[in-house]
């Protein structure tokens, strides 16, 4: 069995974003959701290059990450918007204040 790998690159570590990956990973044999931390969240040049990777494709599949750093990737042109690709009933199944944390100018945004 090939299993698809995810990677998730989050800003600080926390346990429960890592549970929930295990826990996903477990229940869905076929992914495995590999979680990491920013090496050093406030470090302009750590964010510089992960835009970099973005833009090479090289980039993690997830981002958890602050307003700013998104910001920051969306004025760098690495992301791209969600409002067409994600249905009105799936946004109806995800927590509100997620989808808001993850708009910027009015749109949500993905990498």
């Known amino acids: ?11 600080f570590q926390n ?3 890592a549970s929930c990956a295990e826990e996903y990973s477990r229940t869905h044999p076929s992914v495995e959701v590999n979680v990491s931390q920013m ?30 750093q998104l910001s920051t990737l969306q004025g760098a042109g690495v ?7 994600i249905s009105a009933d799936t946004r109806a199944k ?8 993850g708009r910027r100018e009015g749109k949500l945004m993905y990498s």
């Open 1 to 11: 069995l090939n299993k698809v790998q995810v990677t998730l690159l989050q800003r």
């Open 15 to 17: 346990s429960y974003t």
């Open 39 to 68: 090496e050093d969240p406030r470090n302009e040049t750590v964010l510089n290059r992960l835009a970099e990777e973005m833009k090479a494709g090289t980039g993690p599949d997830l981002l958890v990450l602050s307003g700013e």
């Open 79 to 85: 992301l791209a918007s969600l409002e067409d690709l």
């Open 94 to 101: 995800v927590f509100g204040g997620v989808l808001q944390a």
